[in-house]
């Protein structure tokens, strides 16, 4: 997410592929280190729908479609 | 006498030239700074209506069709609450169900269920530091997504890290609970639309 732009695809591959692996590793890393936070929308069998905040990539689960870039929260006015 | 004079002219020159030359320095630096030409993103209209129609499609593409439709015909969501004491603790609910609603760019406001009473307004911003098109601020629907992932993915270091305030400082109380009675309304109508769809109709029963 990005303001003045709404949605941009950062990176896209298949994780089964060693390279691809290692690369959307690399942004995940970087998105992260640059301050941003990570969430994976989930979907149940019921249809409810929800997100998962992720703190390493070994927490997305491995059939996850994408995963959400946002700027870390504070406390507004 | 005038020899005496430049002298005297030239020692002073050279004894206030340590307060003299820094000051001219400063000056001519912010005289080409302020002419230095600097870029500057203006707003732009259909730039911002372009983010903030693929960030709806984001937002669509990760909640469910009540909360979209929620969304699109009335402006909010509503986000189930799920700590057991509720967000301030049993003290302020009673253990009650809650619910938080979640604007854009306004604080995000919880309330029981049942009584819809409100607990409090949880001011919270997701500011992009890098301003990439002028602005820290991300589209409406973006925002909304934010705080709705934030809710759904861990509620209570959202609310931990939000400014609570009590409801009225930002929100108007009655304009909230106006809202409420409109989600009320449109879930009522929303279920006898429904079962509607899913009976037959007369015609289709008699034939």
Redesign the interface.
């Given at each position: 997410m990005k303001p003045g732009y709404g949605e941009v695809l950062i990176a896209e591959g298949d994780i089964e592929l060693s390279e691809d692996e290692e690369r959307l590793i690399r942004e995940f890393r970087r998105q992260l280190d640059s301050g941003l936070w990570a969430a994976v929308p989930l979907a149940d069998a019921q249809g409810r729908r929800e997100s998962r905040m992720v703190r390493s990539f070994e927490d997305i689960p491995r059939d996850a479609e994408r995963v959400i870039f946002f700027p870390r929260a504070a406390g507004g006015r | 006498m005038l020899l005496a004079l430049a002298a005297t002219a030239i020692v002073a020159i050279a004894l206030l030239s340590d307060l003299i030359v820094p000051r001219l320095d400063e000056g001519w630096r912010r005289l080409r700074a302020r002419r230095r030409r600097v870029p500057q993103?203006e707003y732009?209209p259909g730039?911002?209506l372009?983010?903030?129609?693929?960030?709806r499609?984001?937002l669509r593409?990760?909640?469910?069709?009540k909360?979209w439709e929620m969304y699109r015909d009335l402006g909010f969501i509503r986000v189930w609450g799920k700590q057991a004491d509720g967000p301030e603790g049993p003290r302020v609910s009673g253990g009650a169900p809650y619910a938080y609603v979640i604007y854009p760019h306004r604080?995000i406001v919880a309330y029981l269920a049942q009584t819809h009473r409100l607990l409090g307004e949880y001011?919270?911003?997701?500011?992009?530091?890098t301003?990439?098109?002028?602005?820290?601020?991300?589209?409406d629907?973006?925002d909304v997504?934010?705080k709705?992932?934030?809710l759904?993915?861990?509620e209570r270091?959202?609310i931990a890290?939000?400014?609570m305030h009590l409801p009225g400082r930002q929100l108007d109380p009655d304009q909230v609970r106006r809202d409420l009675w409109r989600l009320a309304q449109w879930e009522r109508r929303r279920m006898r639309d429904a079962a509607q769809r899913s009976t037959p109709s007369s015609a289709d029963a008699s034939a």
């Amino acid at each position: 997410m990005k303001p003045g732009y709404g949605e941009v695809l950062i990176a896209e591959g298949d994780i089964e592929l060693s390279e691809d692996e290692e690369r959307l590793i690399r942004e995940f890393r970087r998105q992260l280190d640059s301050g941003l936070w990570a969430a994976v929308p989930l979907a149940d069998a019921q249809g409810r729908r929800e997100s998962r905040m992720v703190r390493s990539f070994e927490d997305i689960p491995r059939d996850a479609e994408r995963v959400i870039f946002f700027p870390r929260a504070a406390g507004g006015r | 006498m005038l020899l005496a004079l430049a002298a005297t002219a030239i020692v002073a020159i050279a004894l206030l030239s340590d307060l003299i030359v820094p000051r001219l320095d400063e000056g001519w630096r912010r005289l080409r700074a302020r002419r230095r030409r600097v870029p500057q993103l203006e707003y732009d209209p259909g730039r911002e209506l372009r983010a903030e129609q693929r960030a709806r499609e984001l937002l669509r593409s990760c909640v469910n069709d009540k909360e979209w439709e929620m969304y699109r015909d009335l402006g909010f969501i509503r986000v189930w609450g799920k700590q057991a004491d509720g967000p301030e603790g049993p003290r302020v609910s009673g253990g009650a169900p809650y619910a938080y609603v979640i604007y854009p760019h306004r604080p995000i406001v919880a309330y029981l269920a049942q009584t819809h009473r409100l607990l409090g307004e949880y001011c919270i911003e997701f500011p992009d530091e890098t301003r990439p098109y002028g602005s820290g601020r991300l589209p409406d629907s973006d925002d909304v997504l934010a705080k709705w992932m934030a809710l759904t993915g861990d509620e209570r270091r959202l609310i931990a890290m939000a400014n609570m305030h009590l409801p009225g400082r930002q929100l108007d109380p009655d304009q909230v609970r106006r809202d409420l009675w409109r989600l009320a309304q449109w879930e009522r109508r929303r279920m006898r639309d429904a079962a509607q769809r899913s009976t037959p109709s007369s015609a289709d029963a008699s034939a």
